[in-house]
């Protein structure tokens, strides 16, 4: 069989395999079963093929399978533990990258945070009723999800990073219901909120080995579990549930989706109590990378631009900088528009023809540029989906984003310092940056996968020294702003029912200590509010910007854009 030429499907060395691999291969359907057939794959200790490809695309009439091929001479396969190597599965390119800034402690989590109330009315024991309820949806949502059962391993001496299939799945491993002393019920659900957001988004997840890359919080508002809350007076209990990743299993949209299973279970419940530790299937599908679903080294010569990242006057903050990876903090601070002012907002954005995505980095970009000394520019990225073009399931747990990077130039900076706040100059200018970013961010859609920031990422077989060399540099960008949109998540409920109501929802990530300076995340919910989490590493802006950030922000919002004065 030729080999494909294209380079992506070319394997990289296979170390933590056997003895001898063939390379990625690009395959049609007969060919992939006549190789099965060739092939006894039921012994692999006595010879045989094993396969860990999928379906990923069609070209013509022909339906296409990218496969990794491994023969087996006449001896034992590598395990890892009890582990046998066909529980070893590629991770691919992007995600060895999330693999070494997780170790590090350079990138962490992604988040995705809801808070919902319940009504406790005709439950003898409403903690206990509501944890076993949580215990058994959980364990339908891993068995609906197969990536939420492989862990990440780190890459060794000897091995690169890999997914690892799990055996099982422990309760105690990924759920935990913590509450809230009656100090600090005072300062408000908000405060909680942004508490265990920050604690989700430091969080390093190890032991990949052993436990997948995730983990589920619930938070109990006014009290402990197990003791009786102070909302009780209401018939109602208000709970905060984090859902944090690492970004390698999962991207923003994946969070959202794993609420939706969630919720969906919790509300429609089986009449038994299902058996922890989860039991992972031996055929369980892998997960599906993105790399392996559109060519991300592909490339228009005719439409390239290469950011220039060591550019002097892009504003980034101080140098990159980590004493230790327990040092570090991830900081937070929210921003909450209810949906009735949001409503108008989005009516200003459709009278203009621009986005609420492009109306954001025309605010932040209008904050930064009169907080920011003058001399300087700002370079931003923004994630969107390529699930448009990988096609894989809406409600699939993967990490299938890519970036947009839209440069603020200098001279646009001074332009707006010199212009009267609140004014219609200013507003224009906001519009302006609104309509360049949905003009880029189309052509951006366009063109993907070609020129895609993701291509960079190929051909490195060690993160570690390049990342650790980035320490005391200058950072590349100065913000990241990612807006999911409006989002359903759960279906309506009747209030005084025993099932979940979801008031907002939150999605947020860590502080990058490599990547952008400070990151914009921002969700709402059908007859909900418009949220967003302001985040940043400790240190690495003044606490104090970002709150007049947020207010700055959320002042604009709640006004709306009809009033300014001329």
Known sequence: ???????????????????????????????????????????????????????????????????????FGGRPLNTVGSMESHDIVDLGAIGRYY????????????????????????????????????????????????????????????????????????????????????????HGDDAAVAKLLQRSNTEILLDGNRKPPWRLVILKHGGQWGSKSQQMRNQGQRLSI??????ATADGLSHTNFFRTLFQFFNNPQAEDLPWPYQVPRDLRCPILLENAVDLQSKDENDSFQPDYSAPNVWTGPNIFLPSAKEYESCVRLVIVPQKQLDMVLQFCRSRQITLTGLLHGLVVTFLSREI?????????????????????????????????????????????????????????????????RRDMTAELKRSPKNNIWAAMFGIDDW????????????????????????????????????????????????????????????????????????????????QMVSDMAKYLTERLLAGFDSFRE
């Open 99 to 186: 693999s070494c800034r997780n170790i590090l402690g350079f990138y962490r989590c992604v988040s995705a945070l809801a808070v919902c109330t319940y009504s406790t009315n005709e439950l003898a024991d409403p903690d206990k009723w509501a944890m076993g309820r949580f215990a058994n949806a959980l364990h339908q949502t891993v068995q609906y999800h197969p990536s939420l059962c492989y862990g990440i391993v780190d890459q060794t001496p000897v091995k690169e990073a890999h997914f690892l299939r799990l055996r099982n799945i422990f309760k105690e491993d990924v759920l935990e219901f913590c509450g809230q002393s009656p100090e600090e019920a005072q």
């Open 464 to 543: 570690y020294g390049p990342s650790l060399g980035q320490i005391g540099k200058k950072r590349g960008l100065t913000y990241e702003l990612s807006n999911f949109g409006n989002v359903k998540v759960v279906d309506n409920v009747e209030t005084n029912s025993s099932s979940l109501c979801l008031e907002k929802m939150f999605v947020s990530q860590c502080g990058s200590v490599t990547g952008p300076l400070f990151g914009c995340n921002s969700v709402s919910i059908p007859g909900g509010p418009f949220t967003m989490t302001l985040v940043w590493q400790k240190g690495g802006m003044e606490e």
């Open 373 to 437: 000394p003058s001399g300087h520019m700002f370079r931003a990225d923004t994630p969107y989906s390529m699930r448009y073009l990988t096609k894989v399931a809406d409600d699939e747990i993967c990490n299938h984003a890519s970036a947009l990077i839209s440069d603020f130039p200098e001279s646009l900076v001074n332009e707006i310092r010199n212009i009267a706040p609140s004014s219609s100059q200013e507003l224009g200018a906001v519009i302006g940056i609104a309509k360049d970013y």
């Open 1 to 71: 069989m030729k080999q494909a030429s294209n380079p992506l499907f070319y394997s990289r060395k296979q170390r933590d395999l056997l003895h001898f691999s063939y390379p990625h291969m690009s395959v049609d359907f007969a060919t992939y079963r006549q190789i099965s057939r060739r092939f006894d794959t039921s012994n692999a200790s006595v010879g045989g093929l094993q396969n860990f490809g999928r379906k990923t695309f069609s070209k013509g009439a022909t339906t296409h399978w990218i496969c990794r091929f491994q023969f």
């Open 242 to 247: 984090v859902f944090f990743a690492n970004h």
